[in-house]
């Protein structure tokens, strides 16, 4: 077998043990946590016969572990339960949202990944000098600031001092993708500042790095100008670094995507899922909770994939 | 020695933050609880920030909140720290499976990002102060149990350790009295970078509505009993979100100039 597919092919066993054990932490972690669903559903004013009762319907007499394996075995299968709350089927209730959530998180990928790359080499190109200070100050204030205050920041000034946009964000059934895309712009912008100071500053790490190397020097001295160099000898030994920079963002961006959605009222997964924490909804949270680390651990394994990819000594061993 | 303008302001800002917690009973002019004036009032005499959503003074209750938000900040990072540190160092003196699975552990929890586990606990747990600073410090610790490590794992191999060893110290005297001088100063910038993560995210969790119940309220809090009025153009959830930057802010300075100090210290390890 090829060096390179042994190694990809470990790592995606190992980020599937990961996952596996990450569902076991959910879902038997919190079952292990003082607390009891059916006295969750019921409040404490149930009488101990409707408790027994409830316990029943929902199985809750069986050992933790068969429920464990049960629940695991349906959500491979497609199906995740249903809402204690409502009786809805979670999977339903999943699916249109998670588009929404995928949807919003490209749009602010898509500026924030090619915007941070050439902030990042504008200031790797000017280390030291200005341009390179007001990048990296601006870029640290943003990152002091938690999502949901630079979201309100940007309300401020984009609905009130400079009315250009609505302050929620309103998608449903039907609309044209232009609609969706003017509806989404404020959540996008605030995605892209908070994502965009992180992929920025590892970006302009990733080619100093490559920049102290001897043929950077070679090209230098050869009389090429400092953004050839960068452009042709750095960037393209960097390309590994910088991708596997830019896929731990995104998966940082699913996290910011919570937030933002609870700050728009935008009706998707992170929405979903703080709604139904604070109803105490445990299969919701727990099914919503395992998405998210899933594509969270799915984004690192991509990252590491690509990076042991992108790495010619192991494409072409001796 | 002279200290950095950024340093000097980041100390200030950072003292008064933790003075008016401290005497937050002494400072605020007006009660948390009662309305003191209309209902999103302007900035004023009486009311130097103006009021809130209920006609509640806002300067008094940022001064309250603040108390909330720093406390839990404090409890939840001095927790992370005393945990996180303790297992690191013992992770690094004790090697073997212990290391192993801690280590493996502190992966598992790692793997899922912080907010999501914060929200799955908190969907079954209680929601009061102890239930907070202890997620919040817990979860943290497994970042402070990876620098700690790192760092005793430099340390347990030095000449002194050994002789400590030697002489047939106890793992706890090796630990405290040999380890932690030597990674104290690494670990005190640490410190302040957990502090500003601990503020951040009881925050966002207050934010949420899964933080800091009523009565009692913190900065997150604030900005989200507020929030509706900014699309009338009333700038009162701005004032807690202000506060929140700034204290970060402060505290980064504080903590950007104490890792200065020590990487140069060491020949420019440990930045």
Known sequence: ?318 | MKLPFSAVLGIFLTSSFLFMAVFAQFLAPYSISDPSGGVWEGPSATHWLGTDTIGRDIFSRLIYGGQITIFVALASSTLAFSLGAFLGFMAAVKGGWVEQVMSRLVDLVMAIPSLIVALVILSVLPLNLTVLILVIGLLDSTRVYRLSRAVAMDIAVMDYVEAAKLRGERQTWIIFREILPNALSPLVAEFGLRFIFAVLFISTLSFLGLGIQPPLTDWGGMVKENKDGLVYGKSAALMPALAIAALAISVNLVADWILSRTSSLKGGRGG
């Open chain 1, 1 to 318: 077998m090829h060096p390179v597919l042994k190694l990809v092919v470990q790592r995606i066993a190992l980020g599937l043990i990961l996952l596996l054990a990450v569902s076991a932490v959910i879902f038997l972690g919190i079952e292990a946590l003082p607390g009891d669903t059916a006295q969750a559903i019921l409040g404490q004013g149930a009488t101990e016969v409707s408790l027994a009762n409830l316990r029943e319907k929902l199985g809750l007499n069986e050992p933790a572990i068969t429920r464990y394996f049960a629940w695991l075995w349906a959500a491979l299968h497609g199906d995740l339960g249903v809402a204690l709350t409502n009786g809805i089927d979670i999977s339903t209730a999943i699916g249109q949202r998670f588009g929404n959530t995928l949807f919003l998180a490209s749009c602010a990928a898509a500026i924030a990944v090619p915007l941070a790359i050439i902030l990042g080499l504008v200031a790797a190109r000017y280390n030291g000098r200005w341009p390179d200070k007001l990048i990296s100050g601006i870029t640290l204030t943003t990152i002091s600031l938690p999502e949901f205050v630079a979201a309100y920041f940007v309300i401020f000034l984009l609905t009130q001092v400079f009315p250009i946009f609505q302050p929620v964000a309103m998608v449903f059934p039907g609309m044209t993708f232009w609609e969706r895309l003017h509806a989404v712009a404020l959540p996008v912008i605030v995605l892209v500042m908070v994502v965009l100071a992180h992929m920025m500053r590892m970006t302009r790490a990733a080619i100093l790095n490559v920049m102290q190397s001897a043929y950077i020097e070679t090209a230098e001295l050869k009389g090429l100008s400092p953004m050839q160099v960068i452009w042709k000898h750095a960037f393209p030994n960097a390309i590994a670094p910088i991708v596997s920079v830019v896929i731990l963002n995104l998966a940082y961006l699913v996290v910011g995507v919570v937030v933002v959605e609870v700050v728009f009222s935008y009706n998707a997964l992170g929405q979903y899922l703080v709604d139904h924490v604070t109803k105490r909804d445990l299969p919701v949270v727990q099914a919503v909770g395992m998405i998210f680390a899933a594509v969270y651990i799915g984004l690192n394994i991509l990252a590491d994939v690509i990076t042991i990819i992108a790495n010619p000594r192991l494409r072409h061993p001796k």
